[in-house]
């Protein structure tokens, strides 16, 4: 997660990313807990990590050296580079949801329910619209 090299600029990236979009629930938690910390202004710190259940603080040192690690993005692209990130997560975000719903509706016929909800077709159909909406502005936002 970049955001934890750029935790300064969090006011680029906190309002726009939601965790429920995040993949990976250890992910998510790291996340919430990067969010807990802006909100309280609080620093991260080896001691705030600490607080942090094990797994969790296990991740975010991961995380930490697997951010130290890349490039240094100049401040001036930061804001566009977060933009196409989370653009990316809501893309993948919108093609699980979309996955699901697939599945769900691919169930051999003798369990799934008779009839198909309407509002789930048109759900599958909103996620679809989405999924090609964020694409189009992924593409768009990439340099």
Known sequence: MRALRYLDDAALWNQN???????????????????????????????????????????????LALAAREPEIPAPLRAAEFDRLILKVREQSAMR?????????????ETRPRDVDPAVLDDLAALHTTKSELTRLTLLAQP
């Open 17 to 63: 990313l939601r965790t429920d979009e995040v993949a990976k629930s250890e992910n998510r938690e790291v996340l919430r807990f990067l969010q807990a910390q802006i909100e309280q202004q609080l620093p991260l710190t080896s001691d705030a990590v600490d607080q942090v259940p094990q797994p969790i603080a296990q991740h975010v040192r991961q995380l």
């Open 97 to 109: 949801k979309q996955a699901e719903r697939a599945t769900l509706l691919a169930q051999r016929p």
